[in-house]
């Protein structure tokens, strides 16, 4: 199964639910990532909260790292999915 196919999103169940909770997982972190940044930014306003406003941007920079790794695991897990079924056929002949 080749990865980054946009047919092998919706080929299965199990591949619509994986689809669906992968690309809830990855707009939640992007989501919080961003209001992160943005907190971060309006902290910088103060110069008592500068600590907090760089450690604010620390974590939302690792989030937006790993929003996109995430959709990367979606694609392997996919191909593990397609390499299993294609295991279980030939096992069936």
Same mark, same amino acid.
């Given at each position: 199964?080749?990865?980054? *196919?946009?047919?092998?999103?919706?080929?299965?169940?199990?591949?619509?639910?994986?689809?669906?909770?992968?690309?809830?997982?990855?707009?939640?972190?992007?989501?919080? *990532?961003?209001?992160?940044?943005?907190?971060?930014?309006? @902290?910088?306003?103060?110069?008592?909260?500068?600590?907090? *406003?760089?450690?604010?941007?620390?974590?939302?920079?690792?989030?937006?790292?790993?929003?996109?790794?995430?959709? @990367?695991?979606?694609?392997?897990?996919?191909?593990?999915?397609?390499?299993?079924?294609? @295991?279980?056929?030939?096992?069936?002949?």
């Amino acid at each position: 199964m080749k990865i980054f *196919a946009p047919e092998t999103r919706h080929s299965t169940k199990q591949h619509q639910r994986l689809f669906a909770a992968y690309e809830l997982a990855s707009t939640l972190v992007q989501v919080t *990532a961003g209001l992160l940044f943005l907190v971060g930014s309006w @902290l910088f306003f103060y110069n008592s909260w500068e600590n907090t *406003a760089i450690w604010l941007f620390v974590i939302g920079s690792l989030l937006f790292v790993i929003g996109p790794s995430l959709k @990367l695991v979606r694609e392997l897990h996919y191909a593990l999915i397609g390499d299993l079924a294609d @295991l279980a056929e030939r096992a069936r002949s």
